[in-house]
């Protein structure tokens, strides 16, 4: 169980106190927590208490807040104070979904203070670092990636990116509270989206196919994966690159949990290698050595095109090229990460032109399109009902093919179930006509966490929790999910024809 506990039952201003002022040039500095709305009427209804932790989704609610809460730091929302204590990218996006459901203003507070970090190519780096966290909270920090103060006003952050999630968010919040300060949210945030999605697409189309590649693992998100496994072997593990700096993660996580040191040496290696390289992308191919083209990282590059074209469509901008753009990525991704051998989707090697042979719960999240062909997402879904993944009311999806001989119960991207993950799996099932089973994936990740904890990610067989407590996005998309009773909570018809092109 996680150790956070209830919060008063008092909250319950409204957020529309808080969305009056006009959004500010950038976060604001007080360290006063914005106040936060009511839960949801009758939220326990038909749906009665556990039976061995005695909670009610009620006191779910307010558990997820209290973590959220308790992870707010400054203007922003770390993911754990003790394993992750700066502001991490895709984190951000997950984090500002929920917080879209109690507090739309710290919401779009939290996503700004991320594009303060931004840099004039338009990349979003994937940690923002809190100057007032102490270098040695956290390897590899702000000394080790070196990277120059890129305009005034600039946040300390990284130089590499992470999964695109970041317009969905925007698009989130604002048809959560579409009232004036949204609106002027969606025109803040518009062309740094833009900026972000034109980088992506230029700078880091290595393959020449129309999608992005990463040229790290952790820019997919998915540190540790399966699916990286073949072209990282072109990556020496040498342990000397650890000499004279510690790792900080293996001191307040069980070192079965976390990645082992072999990949902390290929991740600092590579890391390495782009930062000394000046951080440039041309002839990523010939100059670096890990490429690699991920399914799950341009189904979110698809479904944020999508996102914009909504936003695009509020603030009286053309949608028609998002949505051109949008069909364009989908079809890349079915073209190029297709494997018809396995009826899934798979990472590609672009230095090897190769299909990663793993099946890995990243091969399954382009369900999350619309506008995928019919056939896949039938096979997609299919495979998330399978042995290998095993959706059930008992336990949601896990990261990694459940039969394989490598299969890892604990150790983070190779096995364990992620919320984040099975949060998109319910939408794609909901989005292809199986609102069943997105109702029953649903029930199945509430029961996990209330049967267990905010963790970070669970056992998939015992459904323990695994790695950091009190972890943010999983209290985020709880409260989403259970703002959402149906999975049914549609934006407008018109919204909708944006979103979709239909
Ligand atoms: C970590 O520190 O484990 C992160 O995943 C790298 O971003």
């Known amino acids: 169980m996680s150790n956070i506990g209830t919060t008063t039952a008092t909250e319950t201003l409204d957020a529309s106190t808080t969305t009056a002022a006009a959004p500010a040039a950038g976060p604001t500095t007080t360290g006063t927590p914005p106040t936060l709305t009511t839960r949801p009427a009758a939220l326990d209804a038909g749906y009665p208490a ?23 730091s400054h203007n922003h929302t770390v993911p754990s104070r003790t394993l992750y204590p700066h502001q991490w990218s895709w984190d951000a996006a ?12 710290r919401a779009w507070q939290d996503l700004r203070s991320l594009f303060l970090a931004q840099w004039p190519d338009g990349r979003v780096p994937h940690i923002v670092f809190d100057p007032n966290v102490a270098e040695r909270d956290y390897f590899p920090g702000p000394t080790f990636w070196q990277v120059p103060r890129l305009r005034p006003g600039h946040s300390d952050g990284t130089g590499i990116v992470q999964p695109p999630a970041h317009a969905i968010a925007v698009w989130e919040i604002y048809r959560r509270s579409p009232d004036d300060r949204s609106l002027a949210e969606l025109r803040w945030f518009y062309p740094r989206l833009v900026a972000a999605q034109d980088y992506l697409l230029t700078c880091r189309d290595a393959g020449r196919g129309g999608l992005a590649s990463i040229v790290h693992p952790w820019e997919s998100g998915l540190d540790n994966s399966p699916a990286w496994d073949a072209a990282l072997s072109a990556v020496p593990a040498d342990l000397g690159v650890l000499a004279g700096r510690q790792r900080h993660d293996n001191r307040v996580a069980a070192v079965a949990h976390r990645p082992t040191d072999e990949d902390y040496a290929r991740f600092v290696a590579l890391a390495l290698a782009y930062r000394d390289g000046g951080y440039r992308d041309d002839d990523l191919p010939g100059r670096h050595d890990f490429v690699v083209e991920c399914p799950t990282f341009n189904a979110l590059l698809s479904a944020a095109e999508r996102a914009l074209a909504a936003i695009a469509t509020v603030i009286g901008v053309d949608p028609g090229p998002h949505l051109a753009r949008a069909r364009r990525i989908t079809q890349a991704i079915d073209e190029r990460l297709w494997n018809p051998q396995t009826g899934m989707y798979h990472a590609l090697d672009v230095r090897t032109g190769r299909l990663s042979p793993a099946r890995c719960v990243s091969g399954l999240v382009p369900l999350i399109l619309p506008d995928l062909p019919a056939p896949r997402a039938a096979a997609l879904m299919a495979m998330a009902e399978s042995a290998r993944f095993g959706i059930s009311a008992a336990m949601p999806v896990a990261s990694y093919d459940r039969t394989a001989d490598d ?8 096995g364990p179930v992620w919320i984040n993950i099975n949060w998109l799996l319910c939408r794609g099932l909901r989005d292809h006509g199986r609102p069943a089973q997105a109702a029953q994936l649903r029930t199945a990740m509430l029961d996990l966490v209330r049967r267990s904890g905010y963790y970070e990610y669970f056992h998939p067989v015992t459904g323990d929790g695994v790695g950091s407590a009190a972890f943010s996005w ?18 407008t018809s018109d919204q909708a024809a944006a979103v979709t092109g239909r």
């Open 50 to 72: 556990d039976s061995v932790t005695g909670q009610t989704l009620d006191d779910l609610w307010h558990m997820a807040r209290a973590v959220l809460d308790a992870n707010w």
């Open 94 to 105: 997950f984090i500002s979904i929920g917080l879209a459901r109690v507090n739309p203003q």
């Open 407 to 414: 299969f890892d119960p604990v150790r983070y991207w190779r």
């Open 474 to 491: 999983t209290a985020a998309l709880v409260l989403d999910l259970l703002a959402d009773p149906e999975g049914l909570d549609e934006v």
